[in-house]
């Protein structure tokens, strides 16, 4: 059983054996029993003269009275000798997905693309894998449900024989598809196609003519369609460091970077050729990089774009990049999360882990213009400080909310620089990660726009926060705020000062004093050389005034500098917060 289940999702498996045995390829395939959130149906290929099958996976709320949403799809291609019943990537994954707003609510087609077809079209037609689902599929999809029917809100993915069909239809297609993900691709050479019990495959599909085989091999295609492919198809490639398939997908990486093709490649640790593990290990990241890519994630406003993923050069230690689905703002944002050492057993992988121990979390709020990979470079000295017993495991997130939001509520509501961060980013946290998901174990802390974000927001929320902690606040006056951000006062606040009064740290301190006494712990923490020294002094003067006790720091002889001021007072911003949570990882 081993050996075949392996043989099936290889997508290389033992050809047909005989084609008197059974049907080289059966196109409908209805599951033995039913499937957890999945149902069965069928189209009539008018190319091939027979009914095909494919399963269908629509979202929560999809059929609820009144709904008339559209939705994005993604395409699943099984691997070699199975079908759209078999070889599926967990529908049950996608759905937690879903309903923990990693990604927005989406329709999932399970393909049958033929059991031995490498997803081409025989000479003769009569096996018409890759016709099938361009040119019937797909019309048959957007025809019967609400699609986004556009390549926009299109993706495409697949496993092993699955992973060459994804790739090779995405690349040439790019007119259909936003995206591809390959899961250990079975990107095999001509080689393979000659051995004996491999000649029925290249007889059936490719006439037994090798050169057909290479000019529909996805090596041939990235490179004879670099030039309508860059720029327009988001394409990520996963293959596990155990898999036999680990060289091909080593090559599909580098034919990618030689035709100058941007793209993503990751190793999993520890996986062979196993598409439940596989599934386990990479989760919801293969669904998020599709939503990446729809035309939603890309729209860019005043203040976006909204996912900003670290460069190489700003990646840290035990961090990682995600998405969450905002409904407020109808798109992915992207935050970095930095995990504490332990967090995964060794060896274990996203998704496999039994560790369940659960910890304390950090958000940190970004300066104007920047963006959640800004600063997270700071999450390496807390690494540290981790590993040097300086401080305790914790979680640390950096969030984004606009780059000029002021982490405010714009008043026509086309940016919810509050509300995604309150409302949203914190329930996804504590949904997707094992965090101490209560106000005694969160702290938020913010620089610059970001620190007056923090203060502004913690005053609101006492109820969400046990400490925060500001650096360079940005705090400013009425006539500063019209004067040098005329943009945001009218974008935001309408251009209505008492919006912007009800708004802004000052009077929400004043407000809210009593609510913040004794619940939330305040640091405050700037350079004696930063341009917005004199506000941060202001801002401690009215907390002495309201008798809310306070840490406060200057820091001699820098400037607005996030860099300096974290060298100086990062470990001991982290000391503060680590001090007023209610107690120790558990």
Known sequence: MKILLLLAGLGLGLAARAAEDKPFIVWNNPPAKPQEFLTH??????????????NLYLPPGYDATGNTNRYPVIYWCHGMNCHESI????????????RELRIPSLIVVYVSGGSQSFYCDSPDLHWASETTITTELIPHIDANYRTLASRDYRAIQGMSMGGFGSMRLALKH????????????GYVGVARLLEKER??????????????????HPFTLAKQNADRVRGQLGIKLFVGNEDFLLEPNRKMHAALTDAGLPHEYDEVPAIKHDLRRLSEWIGSDGLEFAVKHFAMSTAKDHDGPWVNPPTEKEKVPNSEHHIFWSDAMRRPIGYNIYLPPGY??????????????????????????????THFYNAAHLHQAILDGKLPPMIYVHA??????????YTDGSVMGESIIVKELIPQIDRRWRTLADREHRSLHGFSMGGSG??????????????????????????????LHQDQFAKIWNGDEARWLADEPWTLIRQRADALRGKVAIRQVVGTKDFLLEHNRKMHALLNELKLPHDYEEIEGIGHDPKRVWEAAGVKGWAFSAAHFGSEAR
């Open 400 to 409: 984004y909310a606009g780059r000029t939001s002021w982490f405010s509520d």
């Open 87 to 98: 070889d599926q990537f967990p529908a049950r994954l996608v759905e937690q997905a879903i």
């Open 41 to 54: 149906h069928t189209y009539q290929s008018a190319a091939m003269k027979t009914e095909v099958g494919f």
């Open 454 to 483: 923090a203060l502004k927001i913690a005053a609101k929320h006492p109820e969400l926060f046990s400490s925060v902690v500001a650096y360079s606040g940005g705090y400013r006056e009425l006539d500063e705020i019209k004067k």
């Open 199 to 216: 000649s029925i495959h290249l007889e059936n599909m490719f006439g037994g003519d090798t050169n057909k085989f290479i000019a529909n």
């Open 174 to 185: 790019p007119e259909l598809f936003s995206s591809v993900v390959a899961f250990a691709g």
């Open 344 to 373: 995964y057993d060794a060896g274990s992988g996203r998704g496999l882990s039994t560790n369940t121990a659960r910890y304390p979390v950090v958000f940190y709020l970004h300066g104007m213009t920047d963006s959640e990979s």
